[in-house]
């Protein structure tokens, strides 16, 4: 005789209560969501903008925004992927509407007569008797990621920075996921050319 199996239950996220008393009007719930993900929400958006105190206005717009419309979540996905579509958003108003005034992004590459560079790119310049050390790795790693197209950058940031699964980005930035998968494979790319080429240049003693 079959042994009988007890039946499986779903684990169901915290968040799901948190998000189900602030709709009930709890605003101590949802200043812990704010808490939870705040970090994670600048980040996106600095990232996106390159811009701290426009990270700053985005994160909280977000949040007032999700609260405003905290009855439209559905929780059909996580509500840190809908928190972070909110932040993507946002963040790409912002540099539209930078493109809109007269001034120059600092996200457009530069074209020269050997192609195009990033416009920060000279920034890299290093101190030939600076030793490199982790933080300076991560200073080179995080211009590099600057230097990306705007669309190439925010896929990257939300997959390989911020860990999101390639579905949850896929929904974050309303693509596809094939979408996701090929522009993450263009940005990946992209990185691992800039970052050979300034090492190569850094060896070489040219300027980098």
Known sequence: MPAIQSPVTEEVHPDVALVARAKGG????FEQLVRQYERQIFRVAQHITQNREDAEDITQDA???????LDQFQGNSKFSTWLVRIAVNESLMRLRKRKTSKTVSMDEDVQTEEGSIPRDFAEWRPNPEQQYNQAELAD???KTIQGLPPGFRTVFTLRDVENLSTEETAEALGLSVPAVKSRLLRARLQLRERLSRYFRQKQEGQPA
Not at 26 to 29: P, R
């Open 26 to 29: 709890d605003t101590a719930a």
């Open 63 to 69: 949040f007032l925004k999700a609260y405003e419309k």
């Open 140 to 142: 080179i790693l995080r």
